[in-house]
């Protein structure tokens, strides 16, 4: 594969140099002869597609993957580490994508997991937190050391493992992305402090799937696809739709698909039954009563920053979460949701953001993960049989374009996107009638992000109801037929889709309460 012209000559020699790097799983090569170099006091954007091979390329840099080939030298010392402990110690922090912290244990206690301050042979409990303590006030963030780390919002867990990886000294700080859970206003507080950490000599590798953060925040970027190495270049010097052509390798028309021929056309329903309706549905603490009505082959898109309320108005419709007030219509009749298995016998599916917590089994195989919720359902004493099983998975391996397309992959080896057509695989198979998609592009590449969107509008062309969640107001304009605007965990506004701007929907969330417009 051809590469870029080197993007020039750096100030000093790098801090990690990767060369010839290649790793196999079975039936997968993730990674073919990678280069890759990264420098002191440099921010380098790791980018390419779900399944180009960056995660991949972390984790071998780190030593939770062994390489099968290549050499990693660290400092200008060869290295091959055998875990993330090894790595640690020489000086490499990483934060991955899914943050992996104890959330039984305090926000104190996961800052310095493995590193605890002791007196007399016993952790030093108060020392511990006084330390926490300085080094979230010295990254600007106002979170108690000693509250239970679960407690917090995954934005807050984030943040949490960044102030942790930071507080170890590291040379190079690997954030993998980090801001897919932050708002603005939380990334502009990670991206002061990446800068301050960049300016003190430390080398960042960044990787995110938000162009203008990589565009913002980056000195250099390198382009990986399909295992390959595409090239790396200055990113003053590497137009958007250049990198976006890079990344795809195609022409644009991924891109071309997610804006023209996608965008909904609002529908009216006046007369006509929806499938579900709430009526002043709430829960203390989680979300205020709202109203909110979803019809057969309609797109309602919920639109809100962090924290608005998005995510608890869905848990409630799909009884993950118990509510204290109203009640929910299904089909003209009153039904009480005794919890998710009860939604599911309604035929509600919810698939949740949290693909890791929440979602999918790692350790089990793409076909095994495909027909859970399906034999859940029928209960586990009626087992499905093994030939129904491939069936299932063989239709919806083709249908969603799952890679790799083996059943029996396990669903760990998997890129973010492809995670992600597995999850709503599960769903799918149930045959729901109203499927709630929670941030379902959040962390994955462009192509998969217009292969799941299509997959959205086909299901509703074809009659299904869907409650689409998206931080990305682009995203739920495109696909929404109408949209309900939640501030501060209350729903504020319901707008039809007949030509909203993602202006028109800033401007309500911006708005003092008092003015809002009637939900």
């Known amino acids: 594969m051809p590469h870029h012209p080197d993007p020039g000559p750096q100030p000093s020699t790098p801090v990690v140099q990767m060369r010839d790097i290649s790793i196999s799983f079975p039936g997968v090569k993730a990674l073919q002869h990678v280069a890759f170099e990264l420098y002191p006091g440099e921010v380098h954007s790791l980018m390419g597609e779900n399944g180009a091979g960056k995660s991949t390329l972390i984790k ?10 290549g050499s990693i030298t660290v400092g200008g010392r060869p290295v091959s580490f055998t875990g993330p402990a090894q790595a640690q110690a020489a000086g490499i922090a990483t934060v991955y994508q899914e943050v992996n912290l104890v959330t039984n244990l305090s926000v104190a206690e996961n800052i310095m997991l493995g590193r605890e301050p002791r007196r007399f042979g016993s952790v030093d409990f108060r020392r511990m937190r006084r330390h926490s303590r300085a080094v979230l006030e010295a990254l600007n963030l106002d979170i108690d050391p000693a509250s239970t780390l679960g407690t917090h919002s995954i934005a807050v867990q984030q943040l949490v493992a960044i102030a942790r990886a930071i507080d170890v000294e590291a040379q190079v700080l690997v954030l993998d992305e980090p801001t897919s859970s932050l708002d603005a206003r939380e990334v502009a507080e990670l991206f002061t402090v990446i800068r301050r950490v960049r300016d003190q000599g430390v080398a960042v590798l960044f990787v995110s799937h938000f162009l203008d953060q990589v565009y913002e925040i980056s000195d250099r970027i390198t382009v990986l696809r399909n295992g390959e190495l595409v090239g790396q270049y200055r990113a003053a010097e590497l137009p958007r739709l ?32 929806p499938f579900i309706a709430a009526d002043q549905l709430g829960r203390k603490g989680s979300i205020n009563p709202y109203d909110l009505q979803v019809h057969p082959g ?65 350790d089990l195989t793409i076909r095994a993960n495909i027909v859970l919720a399906m034999q859940a359902a029928r209960g586990w004493v009626r087992q499905i049989p093994r030939r129904q099983q491939d069936e299932l998975a063989d239709k919806y391996i083709k249908a969603l374009d799952i890679r790799p397309s083996n059943p029996d992959a396990l669903v760990r080896n998997l890129s973010g996107g492809n995670q992600q057509k597995v999850l709503l695989a599960r769903w799918l198979i149930t045959e729901p009638k109203l499927l709630i998609l929670d941030e379902p592009t959040r962390g994955i590449d462009i192509g998969a992000k217009a292969q799941i969107q299509r997959l959205v509008a086909t299901l509703a062309d074809d009659g299904l109801a869907v409650i689409y969640i998206s931080a990305e107001l682009e995203e739920v304009l495109r696909l929404s037929h109408r949209i309900a605007v939640l501030r501060d965990r209350t729903k504020v506004a319901e707008l039809v889709n007949d030509g909203v701007s993602v202006q028109d929907v800033m401007t309500i969330i911006a708005t003092d309460g008092a003015e809002a417009q009637p939900a």
């Open 298 to 362: 309609e797109v309602v898109g919920l639109a809100g920053l962090l924290g608005s309320g998005r995510t608890e108005l869905a848990r409630l419709l799909y009884a993950a979460d118990r509510p204290d007030s109203g009640t929910i219509t299904i089909g003209g009749t009153v039904v009480k949701l005794r919890g998710p298995r009860t939604a599911l016998d309604h035929k509600i599916a919810f698939a949740s953001e949290n693909r890791k917590a929440e979602g999918l089994i790692g």
């Open 60 to 69: 071998a840099l780190t030593g939770v993957y062994a390489i099968d080939s």
């Open 242 to 273: 250049q990198l976006i052509s890079k990344m795809i390798g195609q022409e644009l028309s991924a891109l071309d698909a997610l804006e023209e021929g996608t965008r909904r056309e609002a529908t009216a329903h006046e007369g006509g039954v």
